[in-house]
T-cell receptor, first 114, second 119 residues
Framework: KAGVTQTPRYLIKTRGQQVTLSCSPI?????VSWYQQTPGQGLQFLFE???????NKGNFPGRFSGRQFSNSRSEMNVSTLELGDSALYLC?????????????FGPGTRLTVT | AQTVTQSQPEMSVQEAETVTLSCTYD???????LFWYKQPPSRQMILVIR??????QNATENRFSVNFQKAAKSFSLKISDSQLGDAAMYFC????????????????FGKGTKLSVIP
């Protein structure tokens, strides 16, 4: 079974631009969570989607948004990029939304904002 | 809100030796899950081991085992017979088992411990 895939793997953007990252979960998985990883703040939860609905959202500004499609693939969008948005963005999928289900992580998208 | 603390930013171990990584957490909940994740230089986050808080028995996965002390809110990871491939960042993480609103199924991570394995 294929793992979680994220595209693109690397991205360079300029301040003020917007960016869309994509995540394809493991086949059969319906829940997708997004995390931001930076050297200063560590790993922080962005949001979780389940059955095309946002279930949970972390403490991030409204510039960060996401969505999930009927095939469970998810995208996250960051508008008006700031230098501080430079980070590794990790996507994790699980069979369903719930505490007992394992989250399987993708390889991440490295975003650099200049 | 729950917090997870890893007090050892870096550690090193000789190949074939044993090393213990520390983790403490703060929560008012009685039922939850704890995890250790490994993140090698490739950046792929890999689940190493998980512990359900209601289970008193410490989890074990091959060379990896935990020492779960619920009253002390401590969750350490022991790696036996360390191998070069164990070199990575290790993250301790917490997840509530009760849905109580936005964000409650999220993983809360510690800052990580960078483990080096010396040949």
């Amino acid at each position: 079974k294929a793992g979680v895939t994220q595209t693109p793997r690397y991205l360079i953007k300029t301040r003020g631009q917007q960016v869309t990252l994509s995540c394809s979960p493991i086949s059969g998985h319906r829940s997708v969570s997004w995390y931001q990883q930076t050297p200063g703040q560590g790993l922080q939860f962005l949001f979780e989607y389940f059955s095309e609905t946002q279930r949970n959202k972390g403490n991030f500004p409204g510039r960060f948004s996401g969505r999930q499609f009927s095939n469970s693939r998810s995208e996250m969008n960051v508008s008006t990029l700031e230098l501080g948005d430079s980070a590794l963005y990790l996507c994790a999928s699980s069979f369903t939304s719930g505490s007992s289900y394992e989250q399987y992580f993708g390889p991440g998208t490295r975003l650099t904002v200049t | 809100a729950q917090t997870v603390t890893q007090s050892q930013p870096e550690m090193s171990v000789q190949e074939a030796e044993t090393v213990t990584l520390s983790c403490t957490y703060d929560t008012s909940e009685s039922d939850y899950y704890l995890f250790w994740y490994k993140q090698p230089p490739s950046r792929q986050m890999i689940l190493v081991i998980r512990q359900e808080a209601y289970k008193q028995q410490n989890a074990t996965e091959n060379r990896f085992s935990v020492n779960f002390q619920k009253a002390a809110k401590s969750f350490s990871l022991k790696i036996s017979d360390s191998q070069l491939g164990d070199a990575a960042m290790y993250f301790c993480a917490y997840r509530s088992s009760i849905y109580s609103g936005a964000g409650s199924y999220q993983l809360t991570f510690g800052k990580g411990t960078k483990l080096s394995v010396i040949p």
